[in-house]
């Protein structure tokens, strides 16, 4: 029995039929009731906290607060939350003017003045003071030392000189760091480049990998580095396809995110019986395909479901290309995953490592790419380029037989396949 599709591609929809009798999974986020009332939720959250004071008892009058917000490639729909975080501190004695938001970049693009309206509202906006943390710049960081595994701390100097650092964000899988959210707001969040890019290089070390805290050297050493200059408080959501918020984690920056992954797996971790032939994959439409970059992590979701020599479709707009310059010129000098893999462990590059984290995949599974890139772009990325979902199942079924076996996942930057 044929059944009709319709998938999230960029702010649009893309439609296909599938024969119902060959889908084994249709991948889904677990069911969980949306907050009925978030704004109570966050407050009830910062003033009864997990394992630290209630937000207004951390601060003193005459403090300098810093709030670590993410960009636009995370949501966390910081313009519900940064409104509730500053009167809770008005009220305990902390002017706007005693507190600014440093928008957690990492090496993302700098934002411009209407993108950080956008991510915290006009009335934020109006209220404090907002900076980017461009990792390039040296001169907006202040080095703090080194860590055991060899790298080298340099936070905004903005972060260093406040009396109290906040995190702000949310929480989701992570393919290397195990899972985003927490310390990353400062770590990699407002960090140098070669801060990150030295942290960013224990990902081809083992132990590295999604969902996975303890043991990860990753999240190990941004741990480390962050109580160099430990934030006073954390605030992380975790939120539906929708954007809707599930659950409002706040307190300890470490034990409150622990306890938000334990939330993410119980939702997010989706059981198969068995990978299949062929998985259909979208990133659930923008931001989160707006380029290559982000897509990658609904890459590696339907990695996780595929056969070894299968095929993964993948539905991603990138309307905004690849995302890194350094990616695309890796691709166009060294071609292969063997080449892309042995420079990266040689000379570890930020981009580079994103041409790694792609074409790594590529040797379990061919990824046929439904995407607004220029074909000759996506052949040089190793992905096998089509106009149209027909074109793309044509493919498939031609390889993989009239019969192959097909787990469908329409929240794939969601959603994480677990063999049962």
């Known amino acids: 029995m044929l059944n009709k599709y319709s998938y999230k591609y960029g702010k649009g929809k893309i439609e296909f039929t599938v024969d119902s009798e060959l889908i084994t999974n249709d991948l889904k986020i677990q069911e969980y009731p949306v907050l009925a009332d978030p704004v109570n939720a966050i407050k009830e959250a910062i003033r009864n906290p997990i394992n630290s004071k209630p937000l207004r008892d951390i601060v003193k009058p005459g403090e300098k607060i810093a709030f670590l917000v993410n960009d636009s490639t995370r949501v966390a729909n910081s313009e519900v939350f940064m409104p509730i975080l500053l009167d809770e501190l008005n009220s305990a004695g902390i002017p706007d003017e005693n507190m600014i938001i440093i928008f957690a970049l990492g090496t993302h693009h700098i934002l411009s003045a209407d993108e950080m309206i956008t991510l915290v509202g006009p009335s934020v906006a109006n209220r404090v003071k907002m900076y980017n943390s461009d990792s390039n710049d040296a001169s907006q960081f202040q080095n703090l030392g080194t860590t055991s595994f060899g790298t080298p701390v340099a936070f905004h100097k903005k972060a260093v000189e406040a009396d109290h650092i906040i995190c702000t964000g949310s929480i989701v899988y992570h393919f290397f760091a195990g899972f985003g959210g927490g310390r990353?707001?400062?770590?990699?969040?407002?960090?140098?480049?070669?801060?990150?890019?030295?942290?960013?290089?224990?990902?081809?070390?083992?132990?590295?990998?999604?969902?996975?805290?303890?043991?990860?050297?990753?999240?190990?050493?941004?741990?480390?580095?962050?109580?160099?200059?430990?934030?006073?408080?954390?605030?992380?959501?975790?939120?539906?396809?929708?954007?809707?918020?599930?659950?409002?984690?706040?307190?300890?920056?470490?034990?409150?995110?622990?306890?938000?992954?334990?939330?993410?797996?119980?939702?997010?971790?989706?059981?198969?019986?068995?990978?299949?032939?062929?998985?259909?994959?979208?990133?659930?439409?923008?931001?989160?395909?707006?380029?290559?970059?982000?897509?990658?992590?609904?890459?590696?979701?339907?990695?996780?479901?595929?056969?070894?020599?299968?095929?993964?479709?993948?539905?991603?707009?990138?309307?905004?290309?690849?995302?890194?310059?350094?990616?695309?010129?890796?691709?166009?000098?060294?071609?292969?995953?063997?080449?892309?893999?042995?420079?990266?462990?040689?000379?570890?590059?930020?981009?580079?490592?994103?041409?790694?984290?792609?074409?790594?995949?590529?040797?379990?599974?061919?990824?046929?790419?439904?995407?607004?890139?220029?074909?000759?772009?996506?052949?040089?990325?190793?992905?096998?380029?089509?106009?149209?979902?027909?074109?793309?199942?044509?493919?498939?079924?031609?390889?993989?037989?009239?019969?192959?076996?097909?787990?469908l996942m329409s929240q794939g930057s969601l959603t994480v396949p677990v063999l049962s």
């Open 184 to 407: 990353k707001a400062l770590f990699p969040g407002v960090a140098a480049y070669e801060s990150i890019r030295k942290n960013h290089s224990l990902m081809l070390e083992p132990g590295s990998g999604l969902g996975k805290l303890a043991g990860n050297p990753v999240y190990e050493d941004q741990v480390e580095a962050t109580e160099m200059k430990r934030p006073s408080f954390l605030l992380n959501v975790v939120l539906n396809e929708k954007k809707e918020f599930l659950k409002i984690f706040a307190g300890d920056y470490i034990q409150a995110h622990l306890e938000g992954c334990k939330f993410v797996e119980s939702i997010y971790g989706t059981k198969i019986s068995e990978p299949a032939d062929l998985v259909i994959a979208t990133c659930g439409g923008y931001p989160k395909d707006i380029n290559v970059y982000q897509m990658q992590k609904t890459m590696d979701n339907a990695w996780l479901a595929v056969k070894e020599g299968g095929i993964v479709i993948l539905l991603s707009e990138c309307v905004e290309g690849i995302g890194s310059d350094t990616y695309l010129k890796w691709m166009q000098e060294y071609k292969t995953p063997e080449r892309i893999e042995e420079k990266v462990r040689a000379e570890f590059v930020i981009g580079g490592h994103k041409a790694y984290a792609v074409t790594r995949l590529m040797k379990k599974a061919e990824f046929v790419l439904l995407s607004s890139l220029p074909p000759e772009i996506s052949r040089t990325l190793l992905f096998t380029p089509v106009q149209t979902m027909d074109e793309a199942l044509a493919i498939a079924f031609k390889k993989l037989g009239q019969k192959p076996k097909i787990i």
